[in-house]
C-alpha cells in the first residue's frame, strides 16, 4: 500500500516538474530538512525521483538547528544515510535571539526569515543551485488565505523562484501534494518533535483549522481552493483601471 502511495506522491511530483520546470539535467538541489513529515517525504520522494526520471540531479539534505545544539537529529541522519543523501546540521542560536534576546510577539515570519538565509547560504556553500522546500498543496492555500485575510493581498508562494541575491532557485515540488496524502506516510518517517515555543499557536495553525472547518461543512471546498489557486484560466479578477 506504501509503495502505491509513494507512486501517487511521485506522479504529483512529476506533474509539478513538468508544469513548473523545477528539476533541470545536471542540478544540485539542497533538500530543507526540518524534520517535520513534509520535508522527510520530499526528502524520499526526491530520492525515489532520482532514480525513476531521465533528469540526472544531486540531493543534499540540510538542517538549520535553531535550538543552540540542544536537539537531536541521529533520527534524520540516519534516514537520510539509508536514502545515500548527504546530511548537514548548521548551527544556530535562532530560537535565543528570537524568543530571549528581542522577545518577539510574533515571531514566526523573523524567524523564516533567518532560517531561510541560513539555509539558502549552507546551500551555497555546497555548491548547490537550487533549494526545495517541503510546502505543500494546503500550504498554499493557508498562505493565499493569511495574505487575504492579514495583509489584503492576492498573494501566495510560488512553484520556483530565483533569488539573485544567493543565486539560487527556490522550488516547492509538493505543489500537488496534500496534507492528507503526507499524512498516511507518517508512521514511517522519523519525524522530530517541533522544538517551537510558540508552535501550534499561530496565524497559520488558525488558518489551518479554519480550513479544516470549511471544508466539512462545504466538502470539497479545499480542492476547490487548491484547484482555483493552480489554475490561471480559472483566475478571473478585477482589470487594472486603463490610463
Do not use: W
Amino acid at each position: 500500500m506504501k509503495s502505491e502511495k509513494l507512486q501517487q506522491i511521485l506522479g504529483h511530483l512529476r506533474r509539478a516538474d513538468e508544469d513548473f520546470g523545477l528539476i533541470s539535467h545536471g542540478d544540485k538541489i539542497a533538500v530543507g530538512l526540518s524534520g517535520g513529515k513534509d520535508s522527510l517525504l520530499l526528502l524520499r520522494a526526491l530520492a525515489a525521483y532520482q532514480k525513476f526520471e531521465s533528469a540526472n540531479f544531486e540531493l543534499v539534505a540540510i538542517t538549520v538547528d535553531c535550538t543552540g545544539g540542544s536537539a537531536d537529529f541521529s533520527k534524520i541522519r540516519k534516514f537520510s544515510d539509508e536514502l545515500g543523501i548527504k546530511f548537514i546540521v548548521e548551527p544556530s542560536n535562532i530560537f535565543e535571539v528570537i524568543f530571549d534576546i528581542r522577545k518577539e510577539k510574533n515571531p514566526c515570519s523573523l524567524c523564516s526569515k533567518l532560517r531561510r538565509g541560513m539555509l539558502h547560504a549552507a546551500a551555497t556553500r555546497e555548491g548547490c543551485n537550487k533549494v526545495a522546500l517541503g510546502h505543500h498543496g494546503d500550504d498554499l492555500v493557508e498562505t493565499f488565505l493569511l495574505s487575504l485575510c492579514y495583509e489584503g493581498r492576492l498573494s501566495t508562494f510560488a512553484p520556483s523562484s530565483y533569488l539573485d541575491r544567493t543565486d539560487v532557485t527556490l522550488i516547492r515540488p509538493l505543489l500537488y501534494v496534500t496534507e492528507k496524502e503526507i499524512e498516511a506516510f507518517a508512521s514511517t518517517l522519523p519525524i522530530l518533535e517541533n522544538p517551537c515555543p510558540v508552535n501550534h499557536h499561530t496565524q497559520r495553525e488558525y488558518m489551518k483549522n479554519l480550513i479544516k472547518k470549511l471544508d466539512a461543512e462545504i466538502p470539497g471546498a479545499r480542492k476547490r481552493m487548491l484547484d482555483a489557486l493552480t489554475c490561471a484560466d480559472r483566475y478571473n479578477l478585477l482589470p487594472k483601471k486603463k490610463k
